[in-house]
């Protein structure tokens, strides 16, 4: 699965705490293996049209949209944070 990762997407990375920069990847990992599973509570977003987003924990999400042969990362960080338009 490609992951491409938006401007955004990596300065918000960047920013984070190294604890939950680790739960990040491991939500990927997990993500890349099945995009399906329940931990991730994946959920297309309303406000927005074909844009997704995906549980990191119970106070952080990636939101990403599908490409072809993967998904384009665009932006992580807290729920709020992460579901602010760009």
């Known amino acids: 699965m490609i ?3 938006a401007e ?11 604890f939950i920069r680790k739960k990040v990847e491991k939500a ?12 991730l509570h994946v959920e297309k977003i309303d406000f927005a049209r074909n844009i ?4 990191v924990d ?6 990403f949209q599908w ?8 932006n992580v960080g807290t729920h709020q944070a992460a579901y602010r338009k760009p």
């Open 3 to 5: 992951f491409q990762r």
């Open 8 to 18: 955004r997407f990596v300065e918000a990375y960047d920013a984070l705490p190294t």
């Open 28 to 39: 990927l990992l997990l993500f890349e293996q099945n995009p399906r599973h329940p931990s």
């Open 52 to 55: 997704w987003s995906a549980r």
């Open 58 to 63: 119970l106070n952080h999400r990636f939101t």
């Open 67 to 74: 490409i072809s042969g993967g998904i384009h990362l665009r």
